[in-house]
């Protein structure tokens, strides 16, 4: 299996892409950019920004949204961060990991600083997306929650170090000591989900592993070596994280490459809220679009969710991931924007609080369904007792309904624009959507700066 493994992540950027598989690549790559450059303006984003710029270090490799220029490993950190400073970023859904956020800043970073074609940075984010996941699979992402560790930290540490790796042109046995490097570097505790202002969460859901990855291949180009076969052998990487598990699930670390890419069953938030609410915006938009109704004609609204994310989402203190709120901000307003999502002081506004509770959350076991978790049954009751109700087995920016370019502009814009302006946010669009074509991706760094 290792060989195997080696062998695909060493060869990958000579292996072409399928263009469905390239299309759906520039969506991601697309929403991960919007996700950084919001995130730079955001409390985590902030506080990432004045870390690194403290650090100093080699000016290498820019941080999207700002006009700093710093290390490698201090941009995938920080780029990390901003990517995940909230929960706008995308999602594997089956894993419940954030490949974009996790992956995307590690190949810019080795990408930026060696000058390197958009069509190889591309092809190794693919990679990065599918090691990220099959890592998770390995292991089973939901033992790992269950067990209290954070899933998507250990996907981002290997995505992150396979982009990299890849990048830097290891040969099979430098990629067998990557990962070892990588494996050595593995955290995450799942009680991260109790920060209330997404520092922590997005250094440690997901900047951690993309810094770690990124310094595991970095290492091994600079002659470090260890154990070549960290997944086998006595008291390997599975003996320490899957004890339990049956050893025939390690195989999935490498079941499909080359066939079936991870980055096709992934998601993209068509709201700028958590993966476990799309389900309920979604219906929501809906029905409004639909009946026409208004804030003050709703006397109770009762969403039933799949029950595993109603503890995610119940009740949070963080605006963008509280259901109850997001909800009562949709009805309020008749539609969600980056700002709306995000905007604290709305959390007390009373107009929003008189609203929310008129919001009901049921967890519905029968809604569960790992491979299709953005889904939702949506009762309202109205005033004069009339009822109406929706559903969704599968919300618009999952995996089998992707978004379109269009849809996926109108979601980036409304984060970007207020960074970069209308006119830069444009041109920014325009080159990403021809990334495979650019012939050395720094050229980016003046669109993506501010």
């Known amino acids: 299996m290792m060989q195997q493994l080696s062998s695909y992540i060493s060869s990958a950027l000579k292996k072409p892409l399928p263009l469905e598989v390239t299309e759906r690549a520039k969506l991601h790559l697309v929403d991960t950019f919007a996700a950084m450059i919001s995130g730079s303006r955001l409390l985590p984003g902030k506080k990432a920004l004045t870390y690194v710029k403290s650090l100093g270090g080699k000016p290498e490799v820019g941080l999207v949204g700002t006009s700093v220029v710093t290390s490698v490993l201090n941009a995938a950190l920080a780029n990390g961060m901003f990517g995940h400073a909230d929960e706008t970023d995308d999602i594997?859904?089956?894993?419940?990991?954030?490949?974009?956020?996790?992956?995307?800043?590690?190949a810019l970073a080795i990408g930026e600083r060696d000058r390197i074609a958009g069509r190889e940075v591309l092809r190794a984010i693919v990679l990065g997306y599918d090691i990220c996941a099959r890592i998770l699979f390995s292991l089973d992402a939901v033992a790992l929650r269950t067990a209290g560790r954070q899933?998507?930290?250990?996907?981002?540490?290997?995505?992150?170090?396979?982009?990299?790796?890849?990048?830097?042109?290891?040969?099979?046995?430098?990629?067998?000591f990557m990962l070892s490097y990588a494996a050595q570097q593995?955290?995450?505790l799942y009680c991260v989900h109790r920060d209330?202002?997404?520092?922590?969460?997005?250094?440690?859901?997901?900047?951690?592993?993309?810094?770690?990855?990124?310094?595991?291949?970095?290492?091994?180009?600079?002659?470090?070596?260890?154990?070549?076969?960290?997944?086998?052998?006595?008291?390997?990487?599975?003996?320490?994280?899957?004890?339990?598990?049956?050893?025939?699930?390690?195989?999935?670390?490498?079941?499909?490459?080359?066939?079936?890419?991870?980055?096709?069953?992934?998601?993209?938030?068509?709201?700028?809220?958590?993966?476990?609410?799309q389900g309920s915006l979604h219906v929501l938009q809906e029905?409004?679009?639909?009946?026409?109704?208004?804030?003050?004609?709703?006397?109770?609204?009762?969403v039933r969710i799949p029950q595993r994310d109603v503890r995610s989402v119940n009740n949070r203190d963080m605006p963008d991931d509280c259901i109850q709120h997001l909800l009562a901000v949709m009805l309020l307003d008749g539609t969600l924007t980056f700002k709306s999502a995000h905007d604290y002081s709305r959390m007390k506004d009373p107009k929003v609080m008189a609203v929310r509770k008129?919001?009901?959350?049921?967890?519905?076991?029968?809604?569960?369904d790992p491979l299709q978790p953005w889904r939702c049954v949506m009762e309202i009751i109205l005033k004069e007792r009339r009822k109406l109700s929706h559903r969704t087995m599968s919300a618009k920016g999952g995996f089998d309904d992707p978004l379109s370019r269009q849809e996926m502009e109108e979601k980036a814009l409304d984060l970007i624009v207020p960074v970069l302006g209308k006119s830069r946010s444009r041109k920014l669009l325009n080159a990403l959507w021809e990334f495979d074509r650019i012939n050395d991706i720094r050229s980016l760094r003046r669109l993506a700066s501010a």
């Open 287 to 302: 029905m409004i679009q639909r009946h026409g109704f208004k804030v003050n004609e709703v006397e109770r609204l009762v």
């Open 92 to 106: 594997h859904t089956p894993t419940y990991s954030h490949p974009g956020s996790g992956v995307v800043p590690a």
């Open 358 to 368: 008129r919001v009901e959350l049921v967890g519905d076991e029968s809604l569960t």
């Open 186 to 188: 593995t955290a995450g």
């Open 196 to 277: 209330t202002q997404h520092i922590e969460k997005s250094f440690a859901g997901v900047a951690m592993g993309v810094r770690n990855g990124t310094a595991a291949a970095l290492m091994v180009e600079h002659g470090f070596t260890g154990v070549e076969d960290v997944f086998s052998g006595e008291r390997n990487f599975f003996f320490t994280f899957a004890p339990k598990a049956d050893p025939k699930q390690f195989m999935l670390l490498t079941q499909g490459l080359g066939r079936d890419f991870a980055i096709m069953r992934s998601a993209i938030k068509r709201w700028p809220a958590g993966g476990s609410i």
């Open 151 to 176: 899933a998507t930290s250990f996907g981002a540490v290997f995505g992150a170090a396979a982009a990299a790796g890849s990048l830097l042109k290891l040969n099979e046995r430098e990629v067998r």
